[in-house]
């Protein structure tokens, strides 16, 4: 079968390889569509990070580079291994996709998602979304409905990212919240928070980015920190009394100075995006107004009321999908494309 496969920094290839054992307590899932995720791009222009370097393999999976990518996707059962008798095949299916030992308790109220050289499948070993079929254990493995279309689907696993988010910030119906950033993650945590009634004020530079956000009626406000101050608009947005909650995802410092700025004293701000490199903050500002700085990685059991919110009709994924590419285009038509023209491309699905 055809996998995207990592090699090392700027080395991805489209080959064959074996096709997936459906081994006894897995699924076998004929992939449909995969997202093009930041951490991809992070992995192809920096990594290995993620991905084991070769020759030294993960903890868990045991496998190193070279590494089937991919961890947002969507797809079909075509096999069930033996032991697994609540999944059939023809299922439509998502995956939470974790790598973590065997010995973690990955029950409700578990953190399992930060428990010891956890990764993810399509990163950390185990095969990925970026190839035509995989073999995934079955606690990782989500029925949809056919409510849900498979393209749609794949944004499943970057929604649960912002519905994790929104749970670790304990916003509330009635709350305001700022989302300083409106890249994939910062536009569909906005949907989350809309869908949960929350007032979203949405900070963002591109211009494509912030029609996506007017298309998609995910923001009531949109400011543009290149034409307005966005620190004196959110205070009169708030009536100088700032927001509830804040959520940081650009990995951008001047982004989080404003969100330390504009939360209300006693407020929350939560730190959703993956910083490759040292941040300041002011600290006078945390210590003032007492507020809680959080960070927050992935989800936790958060995918059954993330696939219910999009299966309830009160999240919609497909204005966020802005390209539909194949399998042999993902290093031309994908990942170059979203590294030096990202302004035109929200999210990027890739068929399988």
């Not at 989080?256 to 004293?265: M, N, S």
Request: include cysteine; proline fraction near 5%.
């Amino acid at each position: 079968m055809k996998a995207a496969r990592f090699y090392d920094k700027g080395d991805i290839r489209v080959e064959d390889i074996p096709e997936p054992t459906v081994e006894p307590g897995t699924v076998g899932i004929d992939v449909a569509w995969c997202g093009i995720c930041g951490t991809d791009l992070h992995e192809f222009m920096e990594g290995p990070i993620f991905i084991p370097p070769c020759g030294h393999p993960h903890p868990v999976s045991g496998e190193s580079a070279p590494i089937t990518m991919g961890h947002e996707f969507s797809g079909v059962v075509y096999a069930v291994g033996d032991g697994v008798d609540d999944i059939e095949i023809g299922q439509h299916v998502v995956v939470e996709p974790y790598i973590i030992a065997d010995d973690v308790d990955t029950g409700p109220g578990e953190n399992y998602h930060l428990s010891k050289n956890m990764n993810f499948i399509g990163l950390g070993g185990r095969g990925g979304g970026l190839s035509e079929k995989i073999a995934v254990k079955r606690r990782w493995v989500h029925p949809i409905s056919n409510k849900i279309p498979l393209d749609q689907a794949a944004l499943i696993e970057p929604l649960a990212v912002g519905y994790h988010a929104f749970v670790r910030s304990g916003a509330k119906a009635g709350d305001t919240a700022l989302v300083g950033g409106g890249g994939p993650i910062g536009l569909l945590l906005s949907s989350v928070l809309k869908a949960k009634g929350i007032t979203v004020i949405l900070t963002e530079l591109s211009a494509k980015r912030k029609e996506k956000a007017e298309e998609t009626g995910v923001a009531d406000f949109i400011l543009d920190p290149s034409e307005v101050n966005v620190i004196e608009e959110v205070m009169r947005i708030t009536e100088n009394r700032g927001v509830d909650v804040a959520f940081e995802c650009t990995s951008v410092n001047e982004v989080l100075d404003i969100l330390v700025e504009t939360t209300k004293p006693g407020g929350t701000v939560v730190i959703v995006s993956i910083w490759s490199h040292p941040a300041t903050v002011n600290v006078h500002s945390v210590v003032m107004k007492e507020l809680d700085v959080r960070g927050t990685i992935a989800y936790v059991n958060n995918h059954e009321e993330t696939i219910k919110l999009v299966e309830e009709g009160k999240v919609n994924l497909e204005p966020f999908i802005t390209q539909r590419i194949q399998l042999d285009d993902l290093v031309s038509e994908g990942f170059e494309r979203l590294i030096h023209n990202n302004e035109s491309a929200v999210k990027i699905i890739v068929h399988t």
